[in-house]
């Protein structure tokens, strides 16, 4: 089974609605990350999180870290077209490295 | 401040042939990571080096090596290529002497094997 489990894979929403994208890890997180992409592009960096019941907010995104359920949602008000691609959480599993194992990814469509 | 770079951004090679891709990190970061990106596997790890030393390295063949070097500048060289390695190949860099730096991620390149 994956290590990293995101869901939903696919998110279809009308402009202007909410949306939330649940990453949940079946080991200990020493980081969680959420990342951003476009089609073949790089990952652009949105959040880091470490420390149980931690939230950050960037422009209209928000993720939250529950340290408990070892999971992680990261939720957009308001959508716009501006926030379609694919988001992928990664996750530190390890404390003295940087390798990151992420999970499979969600695709995010907002529609007019 | 300059983000990651990778070199080349695109290239096709044919199978058997090798690669060499470069990445330059974020300057002050130490740590640079490397991943292959497919539209099956997902992104996957395939090594970290920090201060010039490997230290972790994912599930991939001995045809996948990479170094770096004094000014954490990196390369990843894949021999014998096959077809299955055409992907993109992203890199990563953070102060990373620990896990909870924030790793940035290059444009990647994309490999092609023909």
């Known amino acids: 089974s994956q290590e990293l489990e995101q869901s939903p894979q696919s998110l279809i929403v009308q402009e202007g609605k909410n949306l939330t994208i649940n990453c949940t890890s079946s080991?200990?997180?020493?980081?969680l990350y959420w990342y951003k992409q476009k089609y073949g592009e790089g990952l652009i960096f949105l959040m880091m999180?470490?420390?149980?019941?931690e939230e950050k907010s960037h422009e209209k995104i928000t993720a939250k870290l529950d340290e408990k359920k070892q999971q992680s949602s990261l939720h957009i008000t308001a959508s716009q077209p501006s926030h379609a691609g694919i988001y992928l959480c990664?996750?530190?599993?390890?404390?003295?490295?940087?390798?990151?194992?992420f999970g499979t990814g969600t695709r995010l469509q907002v529609f007019p | 401040k300059a983000g990651v770079t990778q070199t080349p951004r695109y290239l096709i090679k044919t199978r058997g042939q090798q690669v060499t891709l470069s990445c330059s990190p974020i300057?002050?970061?130490?740590?640079v990571s490397w991943y292959q990106q497919t539209p099956g596997q997902g992104l996957q790890f395939l090594f970290e080096?920090?201060?010039?030393?490997?230290?972790n390295k994912g599930n991939f063949p001995g045809r996948f090596s990479g170094r770096q070097f004094s000014n954490s500048r990196s390369e990843m060289n894949v021999s014998t290529l096959e077809l299955g390695d055409s992907a993109l190949y992203l890199c990563?860099?953070?102060?990373?002497?620990?896990?909870?730096?924030?790793?940035?991620f290059g444009p990647g390149t994309r490999l092609t094997v023909t």
């Open positions: 300057s002050g970061h130490r740590s």
């Open positions: 990563a860099s953070s102060f990373g002497d620990r896990a909870g730096y924030e790793q940035y």
């Open positions: 999180l470490q420390k149980g019941g």
């Open positions: 080096y920090f201060s010039e030393t490997q230290r």
């Open positions: 990664g996750a530190d599993l390890s404390y003295n490295t940087d390798k990151l194992i």
């Open positions: 080991k200990t997180l020493y980081g």
